[in-house]
């Protein structure tokens, strides 16, 4: 079993950055790969960035460029940094392994950009 706890969401004005973290318990953390997650209000969870277990990054289109996933095993934390956030990345973050585990979901982030 693995749990994960998402932090470092706010308000922000678009152009600007955030940096996400999510700290993952559980003894089998290393051996999965993870993503991270979001949800805007009245749209379906989308997988925005996945990271495997020695590395390789993938991420959706609309986010290439400007998000970065990286994880730290040796801490069991997974990193989204986000750059040049647009009003269109406002959602709720979340992390999970890929594919996602129903029993995995925390309670998310909330990331907002507006000016």
């Known amino acids: 079993q693995v749990q994960f706890v998402e932090s470092g969401g706010g308000l922000v004005q678009p152009g600007e950055s955030l940096r996400l973290s999510c700290a993952a318990s559980?003894?089998?953390?290393?051996?999965?790969?993870v993503a991270w997650y979001r949800q805007a209000p009245g749209k379906q969870r989308e997988l925005v960035a996945a990271?495997?277990?020695?590395?390789?990054?993938d991420y959706v289109d609309s986010v290439k460029g400007r998000f970065a996933i990286s994880r730290d095993n040796a801490k069991n934390t997974v990193y989204l940094q986000m750059n040049s956030l647009k009003p269109e990345d406002t959602a709720v973050y979340y992390c999970?392994?890929?594919?996602?585990?129903?029993?995995?979901w925390g309670q998310g982030t909330q990331v907002t950009v507006s000016s």
């Open positions: 559980g003894r089998f953390y290393s051996m999965f790969t």
């Open positions: 990271i495997g277990i020695i590395g390789s990054p």
């Open positions: 999970n392994t890929q594919p996602p585990r129903d029993t995995f």
